[in-house]
């Protein structure tokens, strides 16, 4: 069954990405997105942890429900600099913050 894609922080798919699901403190099953990010597994019904690696991209684990009532989006981010103000938008004299994700310390 799909359970759902996997992307980079630009919603780009990332194809082989290794996925591992795991419920009740075992894994159960271990699957690879297919080349659109497609990530298909065959579960049982319950919650699981899934935990996705890819080089290039920092780890993450997150909690899913399966059967999902609509495919996951799930995002990685790319080992990279990556900047982006929050939120989105402010009005005049409103406060926003830059904020940075980095692989080695920023400053």
């Given at each position: ?23 009740d403190g ?57 900047g982006y ?23």
């Open positions: 069954m799909l359970i759902g894609y996997v992307s980079d922080e630009r919603y780009v798919a990332v194809a082989d990405v290794l996925a591992e699901f795991e419920r075992r894994s159960r099953l271990v699957a690879r997105s297919t080349p659109r990010g497609a990530l298909y597994a065959d579960l049982d019904p319950g919650d699981y942890r899934v935990t996705l690696v890819k080089p290039g991209f920092g780890s993450k684990s997150v909690m899913l429900r399966c059967p999902p009532s609509a495919p996951y989006q799930l995002r990685l981010l790319s080992d990279g600099l990556l103000v929050w939120p989105k938008w402010v009005r005049a004299g409103e406060r926003a913050e830059f904020r940075v994700h980095a692989v080695e310390a920023y400053g």
